[in-house]
């Protein structure tokens, strides 16, 4: 049984940091792309960053670029978002996910997913 447990999420100031982890297991988590989506209050989910099944690449949704990272240890089958530089209008739940590589994915296609985590909040004040 495939499980993605997220932690990390909490309350934090504006402009302050969080890292949130993503730890899989159940399946071959270096065969597998990742990523994180987010969802406020009212809004649809969207896309935050994935990352590579190495590595080797990252994406980041124009928000959040130059303030988060995105990366991975397939030794412990874990993926770690740090975010800097929080805003208010970051706060939402967030959620990991995990992507089978196949011809036609696209990583910032929550619909191309396929495994989630329940998600963690994160709330940012002002």
């Known amino acids: 049984q495939v499980q993605l447990v997220e932690s990390g999420g909490g309350l934090a100031q504006a402009g302050g940091s969080l890292r949130l982890s993503c730890a899989a297991s159940g399946l071959t988590f270096s065969s597998y792309a990742m990523g994180w989506f987010r969802q406020a209050p009212g809004k649809e989910r969207e896309f935050v960053a994935a990352?590579?099944?190495?590595?080797?690449?990252?994406y980041y949704a124009d928000p959040v670029k130059g303030r988060f990272t995105l990366s991975r240890d397939n030794a412990e089958n874990t993926v770690y978002l740090q975010m800097n530089s929080l805003k208010p209008e970051d706060t939402a739940v967030y959620s990991c996910?995990?992507?089978?590589?196949?011809?036609?994915?696209?990583?910032?296609?929550?619909?191309?997913?396929?495994?989630w985590g329940q998600g963690t909040q994160v709330t940012v004040s002002s």
């Open positions: 996910a995990a992507l089978r590589l196949r011809v036609g994915v696209q990583v910032q296609s929550q619909n191309d997913y396929d495994y």
């Open positions: 990352i590579s099944y190495h590595g080797d690449n990252t």
